[in-house]
């Protein structure tokens, strides 16, 4: 059963950080891109980060380059989000993802990943 498990969300301040963290163990596969994505309410899923799991590519949308970044520990099976410098519109509800490619601007897209995680909550004030 494939799953994945996101946490390390929480309410801060603006300019504060959060890491998020995302479990990918249940997965066999050693190669894939897991994406974090992140929706407002009343806001489209959007993309943020993503990370090309056995290959070390890493992908950000232009609103986070230079504050967050996406890694992978192989040997705990998880990619993390370092978010720093956080701002008020970085709130929403952050998702992992897993799909088969981050190439081109695919990795932007969601309807591209097969499995998700629940989601965690991250508010900055």
């Known amino acids: 059963h494939v799953q994945l498990v996101e946490s390390g969300g929480g309410s801060v301040k603006a300019g504060e950080s959060l890491r998020l963290s995302c479990d990918t163990s249940?997965?066999?596969?050693?190669?894939?891109?897991l994406g974090w994505f992140r929706q407002a309410p009343g806001s489209e899923r959007e993309g943020v980060a993503a990370?090309?799991?056995?290959?070390?590519?890493?992908y950000y949308a232009d609103s986070v380059k230079g504050r967050f970044t996406i890694s992978q520990d192989s040997a705990e099976n998880t990619v993390y989000l370092q978010m720093n410098s956080l701002k008020l519109e970085d709130t929403a509800k952050y998702y992992c993802?897993?799909?088969?490619?981050?190439?081109?601007?695919?990795?932007?897209?969601?309807?591209?990943?097969?499995?998700w995680g629940q989601g965690t909550q991250v508010t900055v004030s």
């Open positions: 993802a897993e799909g088969p490619t981050c190439s081109g601007r695919s990795w932007m897209l969601p309807m591209v990943f097969d499995y």
């Open positions: 249940s997965f066999s596969d050693t190669r894939y891109c």
């Open positions: 990370i090309y799991f056995g290959g070390g590519s890493t």
